[in-house]
C-alpha cells in the first residue's frame, strides 16, 4: 500500500505506509557503529558520539534510498516555488526587474538585491522602495540618453571619408595588419570586422574616444567638444594633408610615429615607406 502526499504544487513524494512501530536501523555514519566520539583532543574515544547517543545505530522510518529521493523532491519542490516567485516579481515590478538583470555586474546594489530575491523569492519593504527609487532614475537616464543619441545623430555632419577608407585599404593589401593614422592631434583606426561596428574608423584624443566616422558622417560622443569635432571633420576630408601635417608638426611619421630622420621624409613630411602602404 502506498500513500500519495501532495499540495498546491504537486506530489510531494510516495511512502509505503510504515506501520508506526516498524523501525529501520542503520549503522551510524558519524561513529562507525561503535558508540563513540570521533574528535579530536584529550577526550577522544571516550566520549558518546552525539548523532546515535551511544547506541551505533540510527533508526528511521524510510530507507536510505527513500530519503534521497524524499530530499531531492523536497530541494525540486523548492526550486519551483523560488521560480514561481521570481516570475511574479518580474510581473509585478518589471522595471525594477529589468534594472537589477541589467546593472547587476556593473552595480554592487543592484547584485545585491537580485542575488537576495534569487535566494528568498522576495524582497523586504525598504529593499524594493530604495530598488524601485534607482530603477526609475535609471529609466529616465536611458531615455534621456536615447534621446541626445537621436538629436546627435540628426546633427551629424557629413565626411567624406572615402579618401580614409582607400587608404586603410591600400595599408591592408600591402601587409599592414592594424593601420592607425595620426592626425591633427587625433588617432585615426578602423573598426575591427568582428566589433559592433565593421566598417567604422573610430577616433580618439589620447586616451579619450571622440566617436566614429561611418557611411559618410561623423558620430560624436557628448565627450567631443565642438572645436574638436571640427577639427575631426577638417582631418577626415584630407587625411594626406593632414598626415603630412602632422609630419612636419611633430616631426614623426603620423603611420608609424617613427621620428623624421632623413632628409627626404623631413621634405615630404611623412616615411616614403608608409606614405607607399596607404597609396600616398
Known sequence: MMIELEDDLGPI???PAIMPNTEIRETCGKCSGDGLWKGYGDCYGNRMCGRC??????????TKQQRDERRAKAAARAERKLQNSLE???????VVWQWMNEQAEKFE????????????????????????KCAVGWQ?????????????????????????????????????????????TFTFSPAGESSKNPGAVY?????????KVLQGKFFKVRECSTEQEERVLAAANDPKSAAIAYGK????CSVCNRELSNAESIELG????????FGW
Do not use: H, M
Open 203 to 211: 577616433v580618439k584624443e589620447g586616451e579619450q574616444y571622440l566617436g
Open 53 to 62: 547517543k551511544g547506541k551505533g545505530y540510527q533508526v528511521f522510518r524510510f
Open 13 to 15: 513524494f510516495d511512502a
Open 270 to 277: 611623412i616615411g616614403p615607406v608608409c606614405a607607399g602602404k
Open 140 to 184: 529616465e537616464r536611458k531615455a534621456k540618453w536615447a534621446a541626445d543619441r537621436a538629436i546627435s545623430n540628426a546633427k551629424a555632419q557629413d565626411v567624406s571619408i572615402v579618401a580614409i577608407e582607400t587608404a586603410f585599404g591600400n595599408a591592408r593589401e600591402s601587409g599592414v595588419k592594424w593601420p592607425k593614422l595620426r592626425l591633427d
Open 109 to 132: 546594489f543592484a547584485a545585491s538585491l537580485l542575488e537576495a530575491l534569487k535566494r528568498y523569492g522576495r524582497l523586504t519593504e525598504k529593499q524594493l522602495v530604495s530598488a524601485t
Open 249 to 252: 608638426k611633430f616631426g614623426s
Open 88 to 94: 511574479a516579481f518580474a510581473a509585478e515590478q518589471p
